[in-house]
C-alpha cells in the first residue's frame, strides 16, 4: 500500500501562496506607520503598547532589560531607508510561537525573557554562565543599521543594537580545536505555544556558524532594536544577527552556545536539507528549490529590487568561502 506523505505546514503549493503585497493590504500595516495600530477591537496583551484609541500595537511600553544609549556606528550605512518599526514589529518568523507572520507579536508576551542567562561551554579556556544584564554592562553596544534578507524573498532594513560576537567569544578563549559555534534557543515549552502544537520539529532552535564566520566584523549578538531592548517577536532578550545570512540563520532567544570541533546540526537544514542549507547565504544566483533568489520584495511597499550578492556584503565575507 502506498503512503501518502503528510504535508507540513511550510510545505504549500503554489496556488496556496498569499501574494505578499495582497497580505500586507489585508493587514493594512501601511495605515500603521508611526504609531497606528495592526488591528481594531482585539483586547490589549500584557507588553503590548496601544494607540490613542485603545486598541493593540505591536510595539511594546516597557522591556526586560534596558540597553541605554548605544553609539551609532557610521560604518554601517545602507542604500535604502529603515523600515517603519512598527512594521517590522508586526512582521515577524518565530515559528515558536506561530507560522503565521502577524500573529507572532499577538502572543508573543508568553515568552519571559527576564531572568535570563546565556550558557558558553564547549572548547574554550574560560566557560561560564552569564547573566543578561552583566552582558547588556559589560559588552561593547553599538547600533547598525543592516539589510535583512528573508529565504522567503522579502527584506527589510533594521537598526540593531548588539556586540559583536568576537566580544563574547574572546571573553571565553576559544581554544583551536574549536571550529564551530552552535547556538540553542531557550528549552522552554511553557513560553512558546508553537512549539507544542509542532511537536513534529526538531526543538529547541539550533543554529551553528563557521569559527571564521563568527568572527568576522559584521557578526552581531543584537540585545536592541530601534533605540531600544529587544521586544519578544524579534527574540528577546538576545539574537544572532549575520546580515549576509538568509533570516533562519538569525537565531531567536539564544540561551546556549557551544565551541565544537564538528560542523553541528542545524534546524532547518536537518528537517528539509534540499531547501536549506547549512551556511543560508544569500545568493541571488542559487535559487530556493520552490523560487528564485534573484530579487526581493521589500517591506511593506512590495517594491521588487534585486538581490545583492551576500546581501550587500561581498567586500567583508566574500573571502570567507573561497
Known sequence: MTQVPRRRPWQLRDNELTDEKDWLHRRQIIRALGLGSIA??????????AD???????LQERYAHEVGPAHRNA?????????????????????????????????????????????VTGACQRPGTFDMDDLIR???LEERTYRFRCVEAWSMAVPWIGFPIKALLDRVEPTGSAKYVRMVTRDAPRMFPGVVR???YPWPYHEGLTMAEAMNELALFAVGIYGHALPNQHGAPIRLVVPWKYGYKNIKSIAKIE????????????????????????????????WSQATERVIPSGERIPTLMYNGYADQVAALYG
Open 40 to 49: 481594531a477591537g482585539v483586547g490589549i496583551l500584557p507588553g503590548c503598547g
Open 52 to 58: 490613542a484609541t485603545g486598541t493593540q500595537s505591536p
Open 75 to 119: 560604518a554601517y550605512t545602507l542604500d535604502r531607508p529603515l523600515t517603519e518599526e512598527v512594521v517590522a514589529a508586526s512582521y515577524n518568523n518565530f515559528y515558536e510561537f506561530s507560522t503565521d507572520k502577524a500573529e507572532v507579536w499577538r502572543i508573543a508576551h508568553t515568552l519571559e525573557p527576564r531572568p535570563w542567562a546565556v550558557e
Open 138 to 140: 559589560t559588552m561593547p
Open 198 to 200: 509542532q511537536s513534529w
Open 259 to 290: 565551541l565544537v570541533e564538528e560542523r553541528p546540526p542545524t534546524f532547518w537544514n536537518e528537517e528539509v536539507p534540499e531547501e536549506y542549507d547549512f551556511l543560508g547565504n544569500v545568493r541571488p544566483d542559487i535559487p530556493h528549490a520552490r
